[in-house]
């Protein structure tokens, strides 16, 4: 992933790390440190606040993720390919590297419905699939979980799944999932 490939290039600039410093604000109450520059939603949480570090690279404007590139400061590391930097304290804007793990796709699916992103009773009458959940199917089906367990988990048929596992229904249906799945596995 390019964003990756800049936030490795710029972990031994020493400005770099200054200049996002400069944008942690004080802890809070909670331990939080919330980022004090730009910030925007993700694909699939557009409505929440993500900080973003604006740089430029290679002359052009860039908006790195601010919590992951504080996860790759405090760790002087870049995540394994496929895997988020997720927030403990479920406080998208903060940037605290305490408050910060890196979880697989799988993981991060697991993540979503224990912190009760997902509307329990809306999955159980659920005729129509989120985006995220297509995504999380996939991510599920990636790793071998079978057709009927996915089925009953979220309140489909088999064919449902078989279909989104081809990429029969849900590309015509819901054209941005597909490149939302691939924005959720870089993100
Ligand atoms: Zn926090």
Request: positive net charge.
């Amino acid at each position: 992933m390019r964003n990756d490939y800049i936030i490795a290039a710029k972990l031994s600039d020493q400005a770099f790390i200054e200049k996002f410093r400069l944008l942690i604000g004080k802890e809070d109450d909670r331990g939080c440190r919330p980022w004090t520059g730009v910030s925007g939603g993700s694909a699939n949480r557009p409505n929440a606040k993500y900080g973003r570090f604006q740089i430029t690279f290679e002359g052009r404007t860039t908006r790195l993720r601010a919590h992951r590139v504080s996860w790759c400061i405090a760790n002087n590391a870049i995540p394994p390919e496929g895997f988020f930097v997720c927030h403990k304290c479920d406080n998208t804007i903060c940037v605290s590297p305490d408050h910060l793990f890196i979880g697989d796709q799988i993981a991060n699916c697991h993540d979503m419905v224990a912190k009760g992103r997902h509307a329990r009773g809306e999955r159980q009458h659920r005729a129509i699939l989120s985006s995220s959940d297509v995504a999380c199917i996939k991510a599920k089906l990636e790793i071998g979980t079978l057709h009927s367990v996915l089925a009953s988990e979220y309140g489909v048929n088999r064919r449902t799944i078989g279909a989104i596992k081809s990429g029969r229904n849900w590309r015509h249906i819901h054209p941005d999932t597909f490149s939302m799945i691939s924005l959720i596995k870089s993100s």
